[in-house]
Structure formats: C-alpha cells, structure tokens
C-alpha cells in the first residue's frame, strides 16, 4: 500500500547505491515516522536480482537488513508517484527528468539534498506535528534553494559507483551513504539521528577515503 509520502532512491542497477539508502531509511524512519515509506529503483535495473553480495554486508555493518530485495527498474509512473527522489548521481536525476518532466523539481542527488536540508532552517521543520507534514516541507523548502548550492567539483553531488571495486570502496559508499541520510532523516524523524544507530555503524576505512569527504568545495 502507497504511503501518504513516499521516497524513492535510484540508481544505475538497483543492487547496491539505491538498496542501500532505501533499507538505511526504511530502518531509520521505522516506528518515528509513520506514512514517510520508501522504496528504490535503477535506471538500468538488473531486475528480480537480489542486492549486491558486497553491499549487502555493508549495509549489515550499519545495522540494516538486505533480506528480501528484489531490483526494480525505474518507470514514469514510479517517478511520478513519489515525493521525493534522490538519486545517486547526477545522470540519474537527469533520467529521471526526462522520463516524468513533473518530478523534476522534486528530484535530487542524495548528496544534494543532504546540502539543500542542512541549509534549512531546522525549526522550520521539527516544529510540525508529524513526519508526513515534516517531510512535505523539507522537500518544499529544498526545491528554491538548489540554485544557491554551488561546487567547484560537480562530482561532490554524486555517490560513485562501488560496482567492482574492492570492499574498502563498498564500505565507503556505505559511509558517504549514510552521512548524506543523516541530516534529512533526523529531520523528518524530529529525532537525532543517534537515537537510531544504536552504535552500529561501521568504522571508516582506514586510509584516505576514495572520494573527498561531502562538503569539500561545496559553497553557499
């Protein structure tokens, strides 16, 4: 059955970026955020395929569940009955425009969103009384914002693909998942977001990270 908001995460396949995000938030919104669901799909789906092996054990790390998932691709009517998506790079959100034009205002990279949220004025949003209505306004107060978010390095907005590359990189891409989830869930849930992680995130890699950390050239 649809939710009152519904929030769709995509990405390329479905089995590792998008499964991901969908099942961190589906476990970070569950209980505290009655009506927001959430769901995925790829624009290129590997469909009726389980998630990635390796994502899979990832998103175990940080407490979350990959039994069941089934890939799905991406259609017009799936973009047009969300809410709000987020994508895990900018093609993706571009995909997604030119199928459903009328989600375009409501489409944004994960990592654009996190941005877009962390500028909203956090009262705006915990102060009404429900995770619906919450969520309805941050998305409504993201959307004139987008111009005011510029970066030097495009690619600051994008989640890369791990697909092939060794766990260190999928353990990454946990990480930068979850910290861009972060700010918008602690939003909707009107809950911070610790309350949720029981202490189950994984450590970050040892080393540098494969990609600049999300604010790096980012401006406002």
Do not use: K, Y
Not at 111 to 123: C, D, I, K, N, Q
Not at 185 to 208: C, R, Y
């Amino acid at each position: 059955m649809r939710q009152p908001f519904g929030i769709l995460f995509v990405c390329t396949g479905n089995m590792c970026r998008s499964p991901l995000a969908e099942r961190l938030a589906g476990r970070w919104l569950t209980g505290s955020a009655a009506g927001v669901g959430v769901s995925s799909a790829g624009t290129h789906a590997v469909a009726g395929a389980a998630m990635h092996p390796d994502s899979a054990a990832a998103l175990r790390r940080l407490g979350g569940d990959p039994g069941g998932f089934i890939a799905r691709q991406l259609t017009a009517r799936l973009a047009e009955e969300a809410d709000l998506i987020l994508t895990a790079a900018r093609s993706h959100r571009e995909m997604v425009g030119g199928l459903c034009p009328r989600a375009a205002a409501r489409t944004f990279t994960l990592r654009e969103f996190a941005g877009l949220a962390a500028a909203v004025p956090p009262g705006d949003i915990t102060r009404l009384g429900s995770a619906t209505a919450r969520a309805r306004a941050l998305t409504a107060a993201a959307h004139p914002l987008r111009a005011r978010l510029a970066t030097h390095q495009p690619h600051l907005l994008d989640v890369p693909d791990p697909v092939g590359r060794p766990m260190a990189v999928q353990e990454a891409t946990a990480q930068l998942i979850a910290g861009a989830l972060a700010g918008p869930m602690s939003l909707i849930t009107g809950t911070p977001l610790a309350a949720h992680s029981g202490g189950s995130a994984a450590p970050a890699p040892a080393g540098p990270p494969p990609w600049p950390a999300r604010d790096a050239g980012m401006r406002w």
